[in-house]
Structures are given as C-alpha cells and as structure tokens.
C-alpha cells in the first residue's frame, strides 16, 4: 500500500517560471518529510525537509510546504533552471522509528531553455 | 568529505545465485539503510542498521538479509535470486538512527538478474 504519492508522473515548466511538485499522504502520523532529487545513473540527492511542526521551509530557490489537514506537501521551484531537470521525490518518515522513509514514485521536472 | 560508497556498481547474475552489496557510510555516520528501486514503485525500504543492529525492517521476503560492521560499513545479501530482484539497490547513511535526519544516498548497485 502505498503511503506517500506522487500522481504527476512528470511535469514540464519553462525556464524561469514556477515548478510545483505535489505529494499526498496517507499516514497522519508522518511528522518529517523531505524532498529529494535524481538524476540518471546517480543516487537520490538530498534537497530539504520540513517537520510537521511547521507549515513552511524555504532554502534559496526550493520552498516546501506542507498542510497537514489536507496531508499534502508541495515543493517549489523559483525560478526554474534547465539544471533542476531530474525525477524529485519526496519522503515521509514518523520521528522515533528510525531512518525508514516512506518513498513517492517521483515526478520527473523538464525544465525548457 | 567522501560521500556515500556502494560496489559494485553493476552486477549480473543468474536465477538461483547469492549476490552481495556493499555499502561504505559517509564518515562518522552510525545509520545504514538500504532501499530497493524498481521502474514505477518508487522506493522501496528494506532495512535499517544502527550500531551493528538491525532497527527496522520492510516488507521484504526473508532472502534479503544485510549486516553492519564495527566501522559502520554494511553488506546486504540477497539469496536463491528470482528475476523480480533485477533492480537499483540504494544505500543511504544518516547521522542519527533517532530524530529528524536526512539520509545521504550513494549512486546505487544496478542488479540484473538473468
């Protein structure tokens, strides 16, 4: 059963416009997310987290939000670079039970020159 | 600081044979986890080892197995290999076993099973 879900197997943005990248969750006890991204033939590389103490993380050009009621998470993008072309996916784990993180099927993100 | 290490990083084998994975942490991470990505499933979690102990386990049939050395190195084995199997094995190593850490992937082992 799959807990954490990304129903946009891919996503295409102009370069210099918004990226926004959706993730649902079943789990309410899910209390840390994160977003990772991946290029081919590489492993996932780290983006950023957000605890679900908060609503809101932001980290240069990524900002993540997360609405608990709704248990969705977003990650965006500004501006969007041809660089940032990769599969994104985001994490959820629950604190206290260790570094098991529930993975989404990820979002592969097309940037246009 | 070196990164994450996995050998190797391809491997073909045949149905019914063992495989063995290696996986060196980043230095001074104490958490090992390995994960299996397969085409449209994501990852998928197979175990966590903290301190030479296995912390956590996923939904995994018990011919996949894995241990943790003194110096935090990992090995996951996978035995009577089936062609299902055939998939990107990616290690990741965190600080923490406990609280909020992110986890740092290596570039993977692609396995083929023939």
């Known amino acids: 059963d799959q807990q954490v879900k990304q129903n946009s197997p891919s996503l295409s943005v102009q370069e210099g416009r918004i990226s926004i990248l959706n993730c649902d969750y079943t789990n309410s006890m899910f209390d840390y997310f994160l977003w990772y991204k991946k290029y081919p033939a590489e492993g996932p590389t780290f983006l950023i987290s957000i605890s679900s103490i908060k609503d809101k993380n932001e980290d240069g050009r990524f900002t993540v939000f997360l609405n608990k009621s709704a248990k969705h998470l977003s990650l965006h993008i500004v501006p969007s670079q041809p660089g940032d072309s990769a599969v994104y996916f985001c994490?959820?784990?629950?604190?206290?039970?260790?570094?098991?993180?529930?993975f989404g099927t990820g979002t592969s993100l097309t940037v246009i020159p | 600081k070196a990164g994450v290490t996995q050998t190797p990083r391809y491997l073909i084998k045949t149905r019914g044979q063992q495989v063995t994975l290696s996986c060196s942490p980043i230095?001074?991470?104490?958490?090992v986890s390995w994960y299996q990505q397969t085409p449209g499933q994501g990852l998928q979690f197979l175990f966590e080892y903290f301190s030479e102990t296995q912390r956590n386990k996923g939904n995994f049939p018990g011919r996949f197995s894995g241990r943790q050395f003194s110096n935090s190195r990992s090995e996951m084995n996978v035995s009577t290999l089936e062609l299902g199997d055939s998939a990107l094995y990616l290690c990741?190593?965190?600080?923490?076993?406990?609280?909020?850490?992110?986890?740092?992937f290596g570039q993977g082992t692609r396995l083929t099973v023939v």
């Open positions: 230095s001074g991470h104490r958490s």
């Open positions: 990741a190593s965190s600080l923490r076993h406990y609280l909020n850490t992110e986890a740092f």
């Open positions: 994490a959820a784990s629950l604190t206290n039970t260790g570094n098991q993180f529930y």
